[in-house]
């Protein structure tokens, strides 16, 4: 099957480092896409980890380790407007690639 | 102006009516999708369609169906709307790889 797990809430203070974890269940699992959202707002892209380790992309970092279907966001000196949801994708990659989305994990940052 | 453009942005339909939401983009991408969001629920996958011949079904394809008039043009179609099809409605693009999508603002859709 698909899933892919991620806790629904987390609260942090501005200034902050925050890591909000995606762990999956998912045959054939190629990579992880992170994508932001803002209330009623649309989804946007933030990165995406093809290979295992870190990618960094200034204030956001992200992790994969496919031996471990794991994988996490990590947002670094917290700032008011990082307040989102936020998710995880994964795809499996091929001529029939498609993204599968978590569940979400709305971040709240706190002054 | 947005490369992903959804019509309408808000719509209210009644139960057992018709409605369509289109979806057209500039990005010049093949790879076109329809998710739906709920709250708790993340976004499921409706349907998605990799060109203009090709039509796919989602994770939650009942009750919906798609039409892909062009390359730049995706539409949802409710041929009979019910109440738990209440939602937000988001149209996406992507590049062949499909690792990176592009969604449109978004149509809210209620049905009383």
């Known amino acids: 099957g698909q899933s892919l797990e991620q806790p629904s809430e987390v609260t942090a203070v501005e200034g902050a480092i925050v890591q909000i974890n995606c762990t999956y269940q998912?045959?054939?699992?190629?990579?992880l896409s992170w994508y932001q959202q803002h209330d009623g707002g649309a989804p946007t892209f933030l990165s995406y980890n093809a290979l295992d380790g870190l990618e960094e992309t200034g204030r956001f970092s992200s992790f994969l380790s496919r031996s471990d279907s794991y994988g996490y966001l990590l947002l670094q000196e917290l700032q008011m407007k990082d307040s989102a949801s936020y998710f995880c994708?994964?795809?499996?990659?091929?001529?029939?690639?498609?993204?599968?989305f978590g569940t979400g994990t709305l971040l709240a940052v706190q002054p | 102006d947005a490369d992903v453009t959804q019509t309408p942005r808000n719509r209210i339909t009644k139960t057992g009516k018709r409605i369509m939401l289109e979806c057209s983009q500039t990005k010049g991408h093949d790879r076109m999708y329809w998710y739906r969001q709920d709250p708790g629920l993340g976004l499921r996958l409706i349907y998605y369609?990799?060109?203009?011949?090709?039509?796919n079904k989602g994770e939650i394809s009942d009750g919906y169906s798609v039409s892909r008039q062009a390359q730049a043009k995706f539409s949802l179609s409710l041929e009979s709307a019910i109440p738990n099809q209440t939602a937000l409605y988001f149209c996406?693009?992507?590049?062949?790889?499909?690792?990176?999508?592009?969604f449109g603002e978004g149509s809210w859709l209620t049905v009383v």
């Open positions: 996406a693009t992507s590049d062949l790889r499909g690792n990176t999508i592009y």
């Open positions: 369609s990799f060109d203009v011949k090709d039509i």
């Open positions: 998912t045959s054939g699992f190629y990579g």
């Open positions: 994708a994964g795809s499996r990659g091929g001529a029939t690639n498609k993204l599968i």
